[in-house]
């Protein structure tokens, strides 16, 4: 059962049928289309959208810390096309204990992008290869961009090396 | 066990490791008898040829890269954290800092981002001076990639030359602005100063000197055997992996590929102008170069366009709940007085909504997505960079290349750590 502004869209009936309510939710924000994706299916909507939709690079990926409203964490996909000129959004909400499904075997290029989520979130990345700190030091300890680790303060901290 | 095996021993088992790892190359067994030769050396973080502070740890057979992972984050300041703590307005200058070659194309991305949340209709004169600055930026950009990438392989000379060109440029952003390179000049609804008194035949002169000096680095390189020598048939990666990479910019368009946000998403009236997205097959350094080169002709030109047909009007959009009023206005009129106050105190509010902006930056696909949870502070600031795109591609690139061909590559890279590591 797609959602009603979709429901034409031969891309969209495509990842429909192979994996049925993957879809959840559609929404038109003012630079293009936002599809919200049931957490358990992004890497297999992904895999579809690459394959039939013609997604050939992913442009991004990044997280929105919604704290304190649950579910907490929404993660973003920018998805490009080259062939049909065309941008999408992949967006999928979860709470703070859940894991995604990397896309990394999708698209290489999500490597370092999945890296800094889970640094600056920690949000795991389930399948992902090498899910360890990319922009803080490895022995840091919390996630800066969630919105409960503060912006001002000090803390130091030296590698052990 | 002896020594000398556990050491083997332990390199194979991190091997084990490394082979699950994407970004990294695989190790092929008939290399393996040479484990006991190989060497891992750090490239960086104070390595001239990184320009920044970028750490490659390089295994090395002989003089042969066998693999190569880059290790970035040595810059990091937490720009998008900060964005969070601030009012709109209070973030452009941070968005200087991230790219500090290109800092005007960061000031438009992120200008046009709130705009398109507020709705902002901006007039034509404020559109076509920021593509006239904008394109002035990628010269600028373009002059120091030729002159620091032409000195890592060897060649002295351009640097001068390019480095002596960018001064006028910088010099231009400086009138105009009051900063040489933290320029902050493009603003949500337009721009920050009026154009100063004089700019036309500033710019129109200083143009006129710059393609002189593009040609002449072009004299000096484009059929140099030395140059050729060291830039042909290297670099080189199939086109399929780049953009599964997330590879863009140049490097794509040196590989073939015709893409261009300022041509395939226009925006700041750039289909008003007429210019060529230059591209080339060869998809090796010397390709890269092609590129680039044909690229600063091209945005001579569009600076010429922009200079004829200058509309006249106002420099900024009529929204006096965004924009600062007149400091005239301010002493005379008590509205705007009070828009004043209300704009340094509070901020101005941005409908609720997401949006992610494309801009061509010199280095690529530069986005910008900007969440508002209807405050005056933005809720998530996401910089879609193209260095760290372009980066995440050099272990594959280095893979199986000597030692002193991994300068050249970096070199026709162009990336910017501040860019990267945000």
């Not at chain 2, 490394?18 to 092929?28: F, K």
């Not at chain 2, 952003?173 to 337009?190: A, D, N």
């Not at chain 2, 502070?377 to 995440?392: E, I, K, Y």
Request: with cysteine.
């Amino acid at each position: 059962v797609l959602p009603e502004a979709i429901a034409q869209n031969p891309i969209a009936i495509t990842v429909d049928q192979e994996f049925p309510s993957s879809i959840v939710d559609v929404a038109t924000a003012v630079d293009g289309p936002v599809w919200f994706v049931a957490r358990e299916h992004i890497a297999n909507v992904c895999r579809v959208l690459k394959e039939t939709g013609g997604f050939e690079q992913l442009s991004g990926v990044t997280g929105v810390d919604w704290w304190p409203s649950e579910p907490r964490f929404e993660v973003m996909y920018f998805l490009h096309s080259f062939r049909h000129n065309a941008r999408l959004r992949l967006s999928v909400r979860l709470q703070e204990n859940e894991e995604l499904d990397s896309v990394v075997r999708v698209w290489r290029g999500a490597n370092w992008y999945e890296r800094e989520v889970f640094d600056l979130f920690g949000v795991r990345f389930n399948g992902h290869p090498n899910l360890e700190r990319i922009m803080m030091p490895a022995d840091w300890e919390g996630h800066p961009l969630r919105k409960d680790y503060p912006v001002h303060g000090h803390r130091y901290s030296y590698q052990n090396e | 066990m002896k020594e000398g095996e556990a050491h083997v021993a332990s390199l194979d088992a991190e091997h084990e490791l490394a082979i699950e790892d994407p970004s990294g190359i695989e190790i092929a067994p008939d290399q393996r008898s040479s484990l006991a030769r190989r060497m891992t050396l750090n490239m960086g973080p104070q390595h001239p040829s990184t320009h920044g502070v970028l750490r490659v740890v390089l295994e090395l057979d002989g003089e042969t890269i066998l693999k190569a992972r880059p290790e970035i984050g040595y810059l990091h300041t937490g720009i998008e954290k900060q964005c969070e703590g601030r009012k709109y307005q209070q973030v452009v200058p941070l968005t200087d800092r991230a790219d500090y070659l290109s800092n005007l194309n960061n000031n438009l991305c992120y200008a046009l981002a709130v705009e398109k949340l507020l709705g902002l209709e901006i007039p034509p004169m404020a559109q076509w001076m920021r593509v006239m600055l904008c394109e002035l930026q990628r010269l600028s950009s373009h002059l120091v990639w030729l002159g620091t990438s032409a000195m890592d392989i060897g060649a002295m000379t351009p640097y001068f030359y390019t480095f002596r060109d960018r001064e006028e440029i910088l010099k231009i952003f400086e009138m105009f602005s009051g900063q040489r390179m933290m320029t902050s000049y493009i603003r949500p609804g337009g721009l920050a100063l009026e154009p100063p008194r004089g700019w036309h035949t500033r710019v129109a002169k200083v143009i006129d000197q710059l393609i002189h000096g593009i040609e002449e680095c072009d004299e000096l390189l484009t059929a140099n055997p030395i140059w050729l020598d060291r830039t042909r048939g290297v670099g080189i990666l199939p086109l399929d992996v780049m953009v599964d990479l997330g590879i863009t910019g140049p490097m794509l368009r040196a590989a073939g590929m015709k893409v261009d946000a300022r041509k395939d998403s226009p925006h700041s009236s750039y289909d008003l102008f007429d210019f060529e997205v230059p591209t080339r097959t060869a998809n090796d350094v010397y390709a890269r170069y092609e590129v680039r080169m044909e690229e600063m002709r091209q945005s001579v030109r569009i600076v010429r366009q922009a200079l004829d047909g200058m509309p006249s009007g106002p420099w900024r959009a009529d929204a006096p709940h965004v924009l600062l009023p007149d400091r005239e206005k301010m002493k005379t009129q008590m509205e705007s007085l009070i828009y004043h106050f209300k704009i340094v105190t509070e901020g101005f509010r941005v409908p609720a909504g997401s949006v992610y902006q494309v801009v061509e930056s010199p280095r690529g696909e530069l986005g910008y997505y900007v969440v508002s949870d209807g405050t005056a502070h933005p809720h998530r600031v996401f910089m879609r960079t193209p260095s760290f795109g372009n980066l995440q591609s050099l272990g594959a690139m280095l893979e199986g290349i000597l030692l002193s061909d991994s300068v050249a590559v970096m070199g026709s890279m162009d990336f910017v750590l501040g860019d990267t590591d945000r």
